[in-house]
């Protein structure tokens, strides 16, 4: 795999996920990298999911990607700082977009890895408990 400095590991990370979230969740994506002075949120989609009665929810996306676990795996770089700043940007977006349907923060994680057993050479984490079960209201 070529090199990637952090910005484009970060961006590639977040391609990934976004593919992912359409492909295989059946999510629309509806913002990328939307980002406010007291935080960012990677990726904001619409889930039209089958539990949901016919309601269309949102989804704010918090997609980490590492090379290695040398500094901590994926969930290791969800801190309680990086959370605030991500619920401070979801209130800061709904204020400036007057979107103000029900919605969850969701957490992918993407692991590069090196070995051969992985298609493309990366892996996908998504939905950790924790994370996919906050509700955004």
């Not at 509806?30 to 539990?51: H, N, P, Q, S």
């Not at 994680?109 to 950790?128: E, I, P, Q």
Request: aromatic share 12%.
């Amino acid at each position: 795999m070529f090199f990637m400095d952090s910005s484009q590991l970060g961006h590639f990370g977040e391609e990934l996920a976004s593919q992912y979230l359409e492909c295989v969740k059946g999510w629309r994506i509806i913002g990328k990298r939307v980002r406010f002075y007291r935080g960012e949120i990677d990726l904001i989609a619409e889930d039209f999911g089958e539990g949901l009665g016919g309601q269309v929810e949102l989804r704010f996306v918090e997609v980490k990607c590492r090379r290695s676990t040398k500094f901590g795996g994926v969930v290791e770089g969800l801190t309680a700082q990086k959370l605030t700043r991500i619920w401070r940007a979801i209130c800061e977006w709904r204020k400036t977009s007057g979107d103000f349907r029900s919605g969850k923060v969701w957490f992918v994680g993407v692991s590069l890895r090196s070995t051969s057993d992985v298609a493309g050479g990366y892996g996908l984490d998504h939905g950790t408990t924790e994370i996919e079960e906050w509700e955004v209201g």
